[in-house]
C-alpha cells in the first residue's frame, strides 16, 4: 500500500470515527421509572417500550427502565417527572393536586374491557381528561398498561353481592380519602371504614375490617391471597399504570421522535389491552385453585349495578370530579 492510500484510509477512519462519536454524543438517554417489580409483566412492558423507541429512532433515544421504584417512591416520582428530575415513569397518576384526576378509578366510569380500552386511548374520553388535567402540571400521557378490572376481597363470606338493596353486617376498607368507593359502597348495602394501606393486612386478619375494595384479583393474590375467602369481581373499575413524560422533555424532541414515543407507547398499551382479559381470568382462577370462592357477573348483572351506581352514587361524588368533567363523563357515556 502507498504513503498516500495509507494517509487517505487513516483519513477515512478518522471520519468515521468522528462521525460516530458525534452519534454517540447526540444520543438522548430517558429515564423511565415504574413500581413494577423484575421479571414481572409490567416490567416486561415497560421494557418492550423501551425496545420499540430504541429501534425506531435507529439509536437516537435510549429508554432506560428503573424497576421496582428504584428512582423513588412513585408520588415522589410523579414531582420528579413533573419537574424534569425524572423522564419518565409507567405508574399511577397522583391525584392530590387534581380531583379531576379521580376519574381513573371513579366507579364505573365503564363496566368492561372494550369500553376501558376505548375510553383510555387517544381520542376516548377518560384519556382526554386525564390530558388536560395533567398538561399544566407540565406532564403529557402517552398510554396506559392495564392492570385489570377491579373488585372486593373478603375474609367471610358474602350474601348475594348482586343485590345492591341487601344491608349486610360487612365492613369493607377504603383508602384515606377514598370517598367514591366509599358511597358506592354503602349503595350497595355495606359498612366501610378508612385503614392505611400498611395496616390492611393485619385489619382483615384480626377482623377490623372484613373485606377490601381498590384493587384487582391480581392484586388480591399478590398481598391477601391467604386470608380472602371471598373475592367478588365488581368490575366498578379498571386498573392502569399511566406512562407519562416530561412535557418540555418531550417537546424538545423532534417532532418525529415524538410520534414514535407515543407510538411505542400506544403498541404496549394496544397489546396490554389484548391480554388483560386473559390475565384476571388466570388470576380467577388462581383464586378458585387457592379455594378462595370467586363471584362473578353477566354483562347484564354489571349493567344494572353500573346504573344504580351512576343513578344513586354519581350525584353524591359528583364534587370528587368537578361538575364539568363528570359531564364530559357522562356525555361519553351517552348520559343525560
Known amino acids: 500500500m502507498t504513503l498516500h492510500a495509507l494517509k487517505l484510509t487513516a483519513r477515512i477512519l478518522t471520519i468515521t470515527s468522528a462521525l460516530l462519536l458525534a452519534g454517540a454524543a447526540h444520543a438522548e438517554t430517558l429515564r423511565l421509572s415504574t413500581l413494577k417489580q423484575p421479571g414481572s409483566e409490567g416490567e416486561a412492558a415497560a421494557l418492550k417500550f423501551a425496545k420499540l423507541v430504541g429501534e425506531r429512532t ?81 406532564l403529557t400521557p402517552l398510554g396506559v398498561y392495564g392492570e385489570g378490572m377491579g373488585g372486593a376481597g373478603f375474609a367471610k363470606p358474602v350474601e348475594n353481592p348482586a343485590d345492591p338493596e341487601l344491608k349486610r353486617n360487612l365492613k369493607i376498607r377504603v383508602w384515606p380519602g377514598g370517598t367514591t368507593h366509599r358511597v358506592l359502597l354503602e349503595r350497595f348495602g355495606f359498612n366501610t371504614a378508612t385503614l392505611p394501606w400498611a395496616e390492611l393486612y393485619t385489619g382483615m386478619q384480626t377482623g377490623v375490617v372484613d373485606g377490601q375494595i381498590g384493587g384487582t ?21 379498571f386498573e392502569g399504570d399511566w406512562f407519562i413524560v416530561n412535557s418540555e422533555k418531550y417537546a424538545s424532541l423532534p417532532e418525529a421522535d415524538q410520534k414514535i414515543l407515543l407510538g411505542a407507547a ?29 363471584v362473578t357477573f353477566d354483562d347484564a348483572t354489571l349493567e344494572k349495578l353500573a346504573t344504580v351506581a351512576r343513578k344513586d352514587v354519581w350525584p353524591q361524588i359528583a364534587d370528587e370530579l368537578g361538575a364539568e368533567t363528570l359531564g364530559q363523563l357522562k356525555s361519553s357515556l351517552g348520559i343525560n
Open 266 to 294: 400506544q403498541e404496549v398499551s394496544a397489546e396490554r389491552f389484548e391480554q388483560v382479559k386473559a390475565a384476571d381470568a388466570k388470576h380467577l382462577e388462581t383464586m378458585k385453585a387457592a379455594g378462595i370462592e370467586v
Open 58 to 138: 435507529e439509536g437516537r433515544i435510549e429508554v432506560k427502565v428503573y424497576p421496582a421504584s428504584q428512582l423513588g417512591d412513585w408520588t415522589e416520582v410523579y414531582e420528579q417527572v413533573m419537574q424534569g428530575a425524572v423522564d419518565m415513569a409507567m405508574q399511577p397518576l397522583a391525584t392530590a393536586d387534581d380531583k379531576r384526576l379521580a376519574i381513573t378509578w371513579f366507579p364505573y366510569a365503564f363496566t368492561n374491557y372494550d369500553t376501558a380500552k376505548e375510553s383510555l386511548s387517544p381520542g376516548g374520553a377518560v384519556f382526554g381528561i386525564v390530558s388536560e388535567a395533567i398538561s399544566s402540571k407540565g
Open 217 to 237: 384479583a391480581g392484586m388480591a393474590l399478590e398481598s391477601f391471597k391467604d386470608i380472602t375467602k371471598t373475592w367478588v369481581q365488581y368490575n366498578d373499575h
